[in-house]
Structure formats: structure tokens, C-alpha cells
């Protein structure tokens, strides 16, 4: 299935959330620290309600060590100033999805990275600056998935 990156992640009820939405496709969600919360924190687990253990989240020390546990894979970088949209991408299993962190988006490095393979976005109005981060990769996963008949993964 899909996996999910976030970079830096801030805000707990954006990574509750996504918690949420891995455990409801099948996808995995990989956190890059540092983290503006810890893994207990009361509003991470409330936004997540009781999905937690039917989830696969993996945290990296850096994102160094994201790329060694996700590479080889095309990795796919949201940013509201990428001029190509999601819906442009054909996305194969396996695939990452790579999201920055809440207040400022990816870092143009990141952005800018070797291992990502395209920079992506989603439509928004030209007045708006940004979606909310966990709103952001629901589409983006209901999208890859759309796109490959939501199929079940394999346990």
C-alpha cells in the first residue's frame, strides 16, 4: 500500500488523524523527528480514538533514516508551490507520499531532495495559502488509491 511521510510533524491532532486514516486504507504513516508533540500525547491519541493498534507507524530519528527504511520507492513531495497536480500522478503501491510540517510546509531542501522523485499539489483558490496537513493527505491517499481500484492490501 501507500506510504505516508510526515516531515517534522507539529500539531498532535494532525498525526492522530492520519493515525486514523492509516489504519482505515491500509497505508503507513512514518514521522520524521523532531516532533512538536510525543506519542502519548492526549490530543495525538483522542484524534485518533482507538486506532492506534490497528495502525503501522514508524518514527525516524531523521530523515536520513526515513529514506534507508522507505527507499527504493517514487516519493511524491505536497507543496502549495509545486506546479503539478496530484491528480497528474499515475501512483503504484509503495509509493511515498511526503508532507511538510504544519506552519511552514517542506523546506525547499526537502523539496529539492535527490530521492524525491516529483513535487506535487492540490487545487486550492488563489487566495488560500494552505489545507490542513491531515485533510491534505487524505485526499492525496484516496486519490493513489482511487487509482488502484481500492484494493485491499495484504496483511
Not at 37 to 60: I, M, N, P, S, W
Not at 128 to 141: C, E, G, P, V
Request: aromatic share 8%; charged share 20%.
Amino acid at each position: 500500500m501507500f506510504r505516508v511521510l510526515f516531515y517534522h510533524p507539529e500539531i498532535p491532532p494532525n498525526t492522530g488523524n492520519a493515525i486514523r486514516l492509516a489504519a482505515n486504507t491500509g497505508c503507513e504513516l512514518h514521522l520524521v523527528e523532531p516532533l512538536g508533540f510525543t506519542l502519548e500525547d492526549k490530543q495525538l491519541r483522542r484524534a485518533g480514538l482507538d486506532y492506534h493498534d490497528l495502525a503501522r507507524v514508524h518514527v525516524h530519528a531523521d530523515l536520513d533514516a526515513a529514506w534507508q527504511a522507505l527507499l527504493p520507492a517514487k516519493v511524491y513531495a505536497f507543496s502549495a508551490s509545486a506546479s503539478r497536480l496530484h491528480v497528474d500522478v499515475v501512483y503504484t503501491p509503495g509509493d511515498v507520499l511526503l508532507f511538510g510540517p504544519e506552519s511552514v510546509g517542506l523546506p525547499a531542501d526537502v523539496q529539492q531532495a535527490t530521492e524525491v522523485t516529483d513535487r506535487v499539489r492540490l487545487p486550492m483558490l488563489p487566495t488560500s495559502r494552505s489545507l490542513n496537513l491531515a485533510n491534505t493527505a487524505a485526499i492525496a491517499i484516496y486519490e493513489a488509491w482511487r487509482q488502484n481500484g481500492f484494493a485491499v492490501p495484504e496483511a
